[in-house]
């Protein structure tokens, strides 16, 4: 019976040290959110003897003319506003009403890839 009464007295210990050691985690992770209780040193980055010459855009794909996109816009509708992003160019089309949207046109392929619209 006594090594039953210890064994749950070491139990208790090991709780009550693993949730101070959780306490210790969220108060260190507040101040710091990459902290790491066993974290190892970072190991020291080689630098590079000379600058290395640019590599060639391999996994980029290059663009390729590609003619006319038809839009199909009513009468009345206009282009109110184009905004390149990447490989994305945003056409908003306006004014208010049943022409108001936003096209989104892939650059590289000169395909629409989609039609956002704004009304009901």
Known sequence: MRWLKS???VLAAL???ALGLLGYGFVKRTSDPEWRLF???P???PKPAAP???KPAAA???AKPWGEI???LAAGCRVSSMRPEGDRLYLTIGPDGACARIVIIDT???RVLGTIRTGP
């Open 39 to 41: 974290a190892q040193p």
């Open 52 to 54: 290395a010459a640019p």
């Open 108 to 110: 590289v392929a000169g």
């Open 15 to 17: 709780i009550v040290v």
């Open 70 to 72: 038809n839009l199909g």
């Open 7 to 9: 064994l749950v007295i």
């Open 60 to 62: 980029k794909p290059e």
């Open 43 to 45: 190991a020291a980055k």
